[in-house]
């Protein structure tokens, strides 16, 4: 049984995949006692920067809990991880796709291709991307950072003694940053975005230490992201142009990049002071959703298929019915694949590699 703090994690966890789907079925403008909440779902970019924190804390975690570090244990248990579930997300988008196209449809073998090897990006909105999102699942973009973040922490962990490890994280983000003004593209991206996912490292070194999370504990990295911060302020002061070519400018480049950024810094002060508060009221507004853990990454990658772009109930005169009913069966379907499914062929191939996962 995971300790209350973990625990959390997975509430938090199961949140953030649930908000994102929302985020993007919801209308902008939904009025209650003639006050718009619906600005309350527009931040979808910051629920999925919260799942790279968490990411950073658990594959920490993990690794400091696993006695065998050797890189074909880390790389077979991150692999079947993503991949397994994976694909049949890529299976899903094909039928959809040839479902709303009514016949079989081009399966676009090299954006695929593009996607198993996690080179993907939002291409619309972002300069230099290798290849786009399969079958228009934008969300699919952070799966290249998570990815690529799992080798980039492996990398460092096995050839950067201890001692020295985040100040070679450190230096490493921030020249990415630096480039990043210069020429933006897919690996000087993904190295900068890795200063996001090693908060939830940084985090977790305290946490297995039994430090105490304080202000002071987190006041050198503070200063690594606010250079970052300051280094894509400058970008989006010299790039400002761009945000009129795009009609969702806070989402695009330059601008994105920096709302990341900005709400990790924020998020990472936030978690200290709720801590400080003994998380009050954490239990009664997001610990439900820990029962969402087990199956939120399925939720997160096939909620576009399933309900955000779902057309198989249409005949439903009713859309709060309707989309009640798409909610619901991506439920059952994530929890279909993510937990029976996916535990099942795990076994099987821990069992037939004779591996100790």
Same mark, same amino acid.
């Given at each position: 049984m995971k300790n209350n703090k973990l625990q959390k994690l997975e509430a938090i966890r199961g949140f953030s995949a649930l908000y994102v789907v929302f985020f993007?079925?919801?209308?902008?403008?939904?009025?209650?006692? #003639?006050?718009?909440?619906?600005?309350?779902?527009?931040?979808?970019?910051? @629920?999925?920067?919260?799942?790279?924190?968490?990411?950073?804390?658990?594959?920490?975690?993990?690794?400091?809990?696993?006695?065998?570090k050797s890189f074909k244990k880390y790389f077979f248990k991150r692999f079947i991880r993503i991949y397994i579930p994976?694909?049949? /997300?890529?299976?899903? @988008? %094909?039928? @959809?796709?040839?479902?709303?196209?009514? #016949?079989?449809?081009?399966?676009?073998w090299t954006t695929l291709l593009g996607n198993i090897f996690m080179l993907q990006d939002v291409i619309s909105l972002k300069p230099n991307v290798i290849t786009e999102t399969y079958m228009g699942n934008s969300v699919l973009w952070s799966l290249s950072y998570e990815w690529w973040f799992y080798m980039l922490f492996i990398f460092f962990s096995k050839k950067i003694p201890a001692s020295k490890l985040n100040f070679w994280v450190n230096i490493c983000t921030i020249t990415a940053a630096v480039s990043y003004l /210069?020429?933006?593209?897919?690996?000087?991206? /993904?190295?900068?975005?890795? @200063? /996001?996912?090693?908060?939830?490292?940084?985090?977790?070194?305290?946490?297995?230490?039994?430090?105490?999370?304080?202000f002071k504990s987190i006041k050198k990295y503070s200063y690594v992201l606010l250079l970052i911060i300051a280094l894509l302020s400058i970008n989006l002061y010299i790039n400002f142009e761009y945000t009129k070519t795009y009609d969702y400018p806070l989402v695009a480049y330059p601008f994105v990049a920096l709302r990341n950024f900005v709400f990790a810094f924020l998020a990472m002060y936030g978690a200290i002071v709720w801590n400080k508060l003994h998380w009050v009221g954490?239990?009664?507004?997001?610990?439900?959703?820990? %029962?969402?853990?087990?199956?939120?990454?399925?939720?997160y990658i096939s909620h576009h298929y399933l309900v955000t772009k779902a057309t198989y109930l249409r005949f439903i005169d009713n859309k709060i019915i309707e989309y009640t009913l798409y909610v619901l069966v991506m439920l059952l379907f994530s929890y279909l694949i993510e937990v029976i499914i996916y535990g099942k062929i795990k076994k099987q191939i821990i069992s037939y590699f004779s591996i100790n996962y």
């Open positions: 993007h079925i919801l209308p902008q403008k939904i009025y209650f006692l #003639g006050i718009n909440v619906g600005f309350l779902f527009r931040f979808g970019q910051e @629920a999925v920067i919260m799942f790279l924190i968490l990411s950073g804390f658990v594959i920490k975690y993990s690794w400091e809990k696993s006695e065998d994976l694909f049949f /997300i890529f299976i899903l @988008a %094909y039928c @959809a796709k040839s479902y709303t196209e009514g #016949g079989l449809v081009n399966p676009n /210069i020429y933006p593209f897919f690996i000087n991206r /993904i190295v900068m975005f890795f @200063a /996001i996912f090693w908060i939830g490292v940084r985090l977790a070194e305290t946490y297995l230490k039994g430090e105490i999370y304080t954490f239990e009664k507004f997001f610990g439900v959703f820990r %029962y969402l853990a087990p199956f939120s990454y399925v939720i």
